[in-house]
């Protein structure tokens, strides 16, 4: 019996226990500081009417000013705690989103996500999630103070002057309304914004990967001149919603002095006809202001927020993308790991299109790989070879059709164990900027320096090793910058040699590489594909005629198949390209 993985909810902004507890108590610690301000102007109206008006000493006045300064000196260590508890709960949900979006962005896997630009993930990944900080810090504590203090300052003052109440009840809601109606327009602009950013850095960076290209064809000045008009257009949009913002700003700062002055006047004029004792008049004076404070609170954190949300609305399209994408997994124990022996892989009526209702890449495809044997693609570009090795490595899940492993069906098995059983060198090897030793240790880290001396020997690469300026230390740069052809495909075959997989896929590990750099890879690969199952797909002939069995495919489907000299003996399409390669020793 299979059960379906749980999915992850499509909204990013899942909150876990710990970071709710954070904010609740963050919203806590605002709510009594809210109250010891309303005790601190209590206490107080109270000193200032008994040495004015009271005649109170020294010694009257002094509990009531000790009381005082504790409550300040309370409110303000209180409002300092709340906002390091928010702080810390942003950055548990920061690790909560990252973790999560990197998860998604792997579970895609490469063919999926090469359809999103490098640099705009990175912008999202990193000043995305950053811009999460304040939509969480700030905003979503202030939603609930924008409630708990000014109703707890409310009721202080209804009890002190119920006519005081009426008014900071018909003023203060036109703060939260303002808010409503500027935040079609401060949202829009945000929006704006948030994806012009990452747009410019997508250009950015491509700009820097192409920069060698562009100048070698003169075009590095159209190119700055490029990126100048998209940092313009980004300038024009951000001072757009600085705009929105300073004056919402104003706005909101407008409406609270407003409503403070009518609750002032409207005391004066009484006090001043003594229709209300002084130390009320006073204590609502001074509690008038912390009435609104929270509501501009609000409106300051909902502008700060914004980036947020885009962020999250980002981060939420790419999540749904994903969602139920994921196989589902057998529950099985026996199921639970694929065969650590060389396994026997059959694919049966293989069918996947890369767009819905497209032309398919592979058709109907019957292919078997024996157990510790070489099976070898060979075809024209478009054929489907590199789609095979896509759907084997599970980067992409068949249309129709299964694979099976050991008798067991390959979409039944978890794609992470399935892949530890693989070991994959592709045409392109990609090398991550670090050291030769740090891109070795990704295929196993827990291995030991003997053991990646023995890989580096089975790959031919141990010399040239160690003729780098610093060895194994010698950093290679963002994709092997620093390594010919030749020595970068040698280090990824170390790499397989290191992750000692039963199941090895070679995409065209002999592309682009001289004759005196194909010939060591080719003796590296005779090596590590001893005692493997493996799948071959060849660029030059050259490759597969030591292969077990070879399959020609042309146009997604398989049109012959059998061993080198069957081939060649039959006169068929095999046979043609090779005499049109120039035969084969």
């Known amino acids: 019996m299979s059960v379906q993985r749980p999915r992850s909810s499509t909204d990013p902004l899942v909150l876990t226990t710990r970071a709710r507890l954070r904010i609740s108590a963050s919203v806590a ?15 107080l109206g109270r000193a200032v009417d008994g040495a004015f008006l009271g005649g109170w000493s020294l010694a009257d006045l002094r509990p009531g000013l000790t009381w005082l300064a504790a409550a300040a000196i309370g409110r303000g260590l209180v409002s300092w705690v709340g906002e390091v508890l928010a702080h810390s709960a942003a950055g548990v949900v920061k690790v909560s989103l990252r973790d999560g979006l990197v998860a998604a962005v792997l579970r895609r896997g490469p063919r999926r996500i090469a359809d999103e630009r490098a640099g705009e993930l990175t912008h999202i990944l990193v000043g995305g999630v950053e811009a999460v900080e304040a939509y969480v810090s700030q905003y979503l504590p202030q939603v609930a103070l924008a409630w ?40 829009e602009r945000t929006r704006r914004q948030f994806v012009t950013l990452s747009r ?21 000045a159209d190119e700055s001149a490029a990126i100048a008009r998209a940092s313009e257009r980004f300038r024009a949009i951000t001072m757009s919603v600085l705009r929105v913002a300073f004056l919402s700003a104003l706005a909101l700062e407008l409406l609270a002095t407003i409503g403070v002055a009518i609750v002032a006047v409207e005391v004066g004029l009484r006090l001043l006809y003594g229709r209300i004792a002084f130390r009320s008049a006073f204590t609502v004076l001074l509690l008038a202001p912390e009435f609104y404070r ?93 789609t ?47 050291t030769v030793l740090e891109n070795l240790l990704i295929a196993r880290p827990g291995a030991s320096m003997a053991e990646v001396e023995r890989a580096l020997s089975h790959a031919h690469a141990g010399a040239f090793v160690r003729q780098l300026p610093q060895g194994l230390d010698t950093p290679v740069g963002e994709r092997g910058q620093r390594l010919s052809g030749g020595q970068a495909q040698r280090i990824a075959l170390a790499r397989a040699f290191l992750k000692d997989a039963p199941l090895l896929i070679l995409d065209e590990p002999t592309a682009q590489l001289d004759p005196e750099n194909e010939q060591a890879v080719r003796e590296s690969m005779a090596s590590l594909c001893a005692g493997r199952s493996v799948l071959l797909i060849a660029h030059r002939l050259t490759t597969v005629a030591d292969a077990d069995r070879i399959a020609v495919l042309a146009e997604g489907r398989v049109v012959e198949h059998g061993t080198h000299r069957g081939l060649l003996a039959a006169g068929g399409r095999y046979a043609a390209m090779v005499a049109a390669y120039g035969g084969l020793r």
């Open 29 to 43: 610690c605002g709510t009594v500081a809210g109250a010891l301000a309303v005790v601190q102007f209590i206490l």
């Open 148 to 187: 708990t203090v000014p109703l707890l300052v409310l009721m202080v003052v209804l009890a002190l002057d119920p006519l005081s109440a009426v008014v900071l009840i018909a003023t203060g809601p036109l703060i939260p309304l303002f808010m409503y109606l500027i935040g079609g327009a401060a949202r």
């Open 200 to 220: 410019l850095s997508a250009r950015f960076l491509d700009a820097i990967h192409a920069l060698p290209m562009l100048t070698a064809f003169g075009r590095a």
């Open 294 to 386: 929270p509501l501009r609170n609000l409106g300051s954190a909902f502008h700060a927020g914004l980036a947020g949300r885009e962020a999250l609305a980002r981060i939420r399209a790419l999540n749904t993308e994903q969602a139920g994408a994921t196989a589902p997994v057998s529950s099985s124990p026996s199921q639970a790991a694929p065969p650590a022996t060389p396994p026997a892989v059959s694919m049966r009526g293989l069918s996947f299109a890369y767009r819905e209702n497209g032309p398919p890449a592979v058709r109907n495809v019957h292919l078997e790989i024996p157990a510790g044997r070489t099976l070898a693609l060979v075809g024209p570009s478009g054929s489907g070879k590199t």
């Open 388 to 434: 095979i090795a896509r759907l084997l490595l599970r980067f992409l899940d068949p249309d129709a059709g299964v694979i099976l492993v050991g008798g067991l069906a390959l979409d039944a098995q978890d794609p992470e164990q399935w892949r530890r059983r693989v070991a994959w060198v592709p045409q392109q090897p990609y090398l991550f900027h670090g």
